[in-house]
């Protein structure tokens, strides 16, 4: 036999080794359970029933609360709830949050000045003074815990900024936005007034 038939040779057992050590490989792990994607699973899984249980408890504080109520907020990644109130919350509140804060850590701040019901009678005084004033309000942003107001006027807003005055006089919050949009389609999030 040539030396170059048996290289040939040598060259045609070794690459059919290989195909059939590369077929077993394959089929095995075809067969294999993937290791490397099972954590990853659970963690998607726990995330979403840690963030199903603070809903859940979001919701039934929300459901509970009276007209102090402020705002919740969650926090997923660090399992935490925040309840804001002006003042305490009722009783029944402090119940459920004592009875249910096992594995979400749930915690209320009372120190906030003004409640959901406080902030909804602000802006809709703010909604009738920007009628009466022609200040052509887009939006109205305010927002208790922050202590911040935002809000959007039109090109054609007769706002003067002595006006910020009486927006604080009425939310009792002293850091008073005025944002001037030139466009007419413009709006800002919060309570928005339709045209």
């Known amino acids: ?18 195909v059939a050590l590369a077929m077993g490989t394959v089929a095995a792990s075809a ?6 994607q099972s954590p990853t699973k659970v963690s998607a899984q726990s995330e ?63 120190s906030v000045k003004i409640s959901r019901a406080d902030k909804d009678k602000a802006v809709k005084e703010i909604l009738q003074l920007g009628e009466l004033n022609s200040w052509d309000i887009q939006g109205v942003s305010m927002d208790p815990v922050s202590k911040n107001v935002n809000i959007g006027v039109g090109p054609s807003s007769k706002f003067e900024d002595t006006s910020i005055d009486q927006i604080r006089e009425i939310t009792q919050i002293e850091n008073v936005k005025i944002v001037r949009n030139d466009r007419e389609d413009l709006s800002i999030s919060g309570t928005l007034r339709r045209k």
Not at 2 to 18: C, D, E, I, K
Not at 31 to 36: F, H, R, V
Not at 62 to 81: G, Q
């Open 1 to 18: 036999m040539s030396h170059f038939r048996r290289n040939a040779t040598f060259v045609v057992a070794l690459t059919a080794a290989g």
């Open 31 to 36: 067969n294999a359970i993937p290791t490397a």
């Open 48 to 110: 979403n029933s840690v963030q199903d249980q603070i809903s859940v408890l979001a919701d039934e504080i929300y459901k509970l609360s009276d007209a102090n109520f402020v705002d919740i907020h969650t926090d997923t990644e660090n399992k935490a709830i925040h309840v804001f109130w002006k003042g305490n919350p009722p009783e029944q509140v402090l119940k459920f949050i004592s009875e249910n804060s096992n594995d979400i850590s749930i915690d209320v701040d009372s």
